[in-house]
Nanobody, 122 residues
Framework: QVQLMESGGGLVQAGGSLRLSCAAS????????MGWFRQAPGKEREFVAAFSANGGSTYYAGSVKGRFTISRDNAKNTVDLQMNSLQPEDTAIYYC???????????????WGQGTQVTVSS
């Protein structure tokens, strides 16, 4: 069982930065791939980034590659998402999720946080 809680969302102007953090409970955090997803109003949930369980691989959606960076600290049971050069189209609820596989497919993720709102004004 893994419980996830996101923090760090907020309102920022276009071009600005935010750092999201996800704190996980449970002793098996290091065995899970950790991912970030987002859902904008009226749109389907989409994959943002993932960091593999063994720490060797990361994967980004094309829309955020070069602007967002995912990192994890297995000692602290946290996974962060540094978001730079934010644009209004990045506005969404951002969710942290965990899966035992390495995947960018939401249905593969077993555990989800409640989400944190990110709003980017133009």
């Amino acid at each position: 069982q893994v419980q996830l809680m996101e923090s760090g969302g907020g309102l920022v102007q276009a071009g600005g930065s935010l750092r999201l953090s996800c704190a996980a409970s449970g002793r098996t955090f290091s065995s899970y791939t950790m991912g970030w997803f987002r859902q904008a109003p009226g749109k389907e949930r989409e994959f943002v980034a993932a960091f593999s369980a063994n720490g060797g691989s990361t994967y980004y959606a094309g829309s955020v590659k070069g602007r967002f960076t995912i990192s994890r600290d297995n000692a602290k049971n946290t996974v962060d998402l540094q978001m730079n050069s934010l644009q209004p189209e990045d506005t969404a609820i951002y969710y942290c999720a965990a899966t035992p596989s390495f995947s960018r497919v939401g249905s593969s993720y077993k555990y989800w946080g409640q989400g944190t709102q990110v709003t980017v004004s133009s």
